[in-house]
């Protein structure tokens, strides 16, 4: 079962008192003091998790947006729901930002021009990944953190819209 960044959080702030104990009771050792948990985050200052997302391909221009997580904020158009999403998807021993495998078998459907790269901390791991829609693991790759990219990308501005149904009279 994978463990995400609540349970992780409750497991640290468990394990540093029994941590302290068993340092504290080494033969010829100084008594621990009392230490607190590692905190999971933070706000710009505390160097929490914060990430700088560039988008192009998307409309004219580029985007950039700042985002900063636990609490929400930064220049991000809806930094809370990109912070949710990010922390549903975080798995202890999984980098939520690895790229495509080389040997991956994926499907050659092109899913828009947009790239995005993305740079910054998040649970304490540096991120340095590019994402595009180029193949099907590329979009799936891209869809499993969409929120990070700002504006949804259904269809590409190029894309054709969903048939209309037509009908015939008389037959």
């Given at each position: 079962?994978?463990?995400r960044?609540?349970?992780?959080a409750?497991a640290?702030?468990?394990?540093v ?6 340092a504290?009771s080494t033969?010829?050792a100084v008594?621990?003091?009392?230490v607190?948990?590692?905190p999971?985050g933070?706000g710009?200052?505390?160097?929490g998790?914060?990430?700088r997302?560039?988008?192009?391909g998307a409309?004219p221009g580029t985007?950039?947006y700042?985002?900063h997580?636990?609490?929400a ?5 809806h930094?809370q ?9 975080t798995r202890?021993g ?7 495998p080389k040997n991956?078998m994926?499907t050659?459907?092109?899913?828009g021009?947009?790239r995005a790269?993305v740079s ?12 595009k829609?180029t193949?099907?693991c590329?979009t ?10 700002g504006?949804?990308?259904g ?9 209309q149904?037509?009908?015939r009279?008389?037959?």
């Amino acid at each position: 079962m994978p463990l995400r960044r609540p349970a992780l959080a409750a497991a640290v702030a468990a394990a540093v008192p029994l941590l302290a104990l068993l340092a504290g009771s080494t033969a010829g050792a100084v008594p621990a003091a009392p230490v607190a948990p590692i905190p999971l985050g933070g706000g710009p200052d505390a160097g929490g998790d914060h990430l700088r997302i560039t988008v192009t391909g998307a409309g004219p221009g580029t985007r950039t947006y700042e985002l900063h997580c636990h609490p929400a904020g930064g220049t991000h158009p809806h930094a809370q729901e990109a912070c949710d999403q990010l922390d549903q998807q975080t798995r202890w021993g999984k980098d939520l930002f690895a790229p495509v495998p080389k040997n991956q078998m994926c499907t050659m459907l092109y899913g828009g021009p947009e790239r995005a790269h993305v740079s910054g901390t998040w649970a304490g791991r540096p991120v340095n990944a590019d994402f595009k829609r180029t193949d099907g693991c590329e979009t799936a790759r891209w869809n499993k953190v969409s929120k990070l990219f700002g504006e949804p990308f259904g269809q590409s501005k190029g894309s054709p819209k969903k048939p209309q149904a037509h009908t015939r009279h008389g037959w």
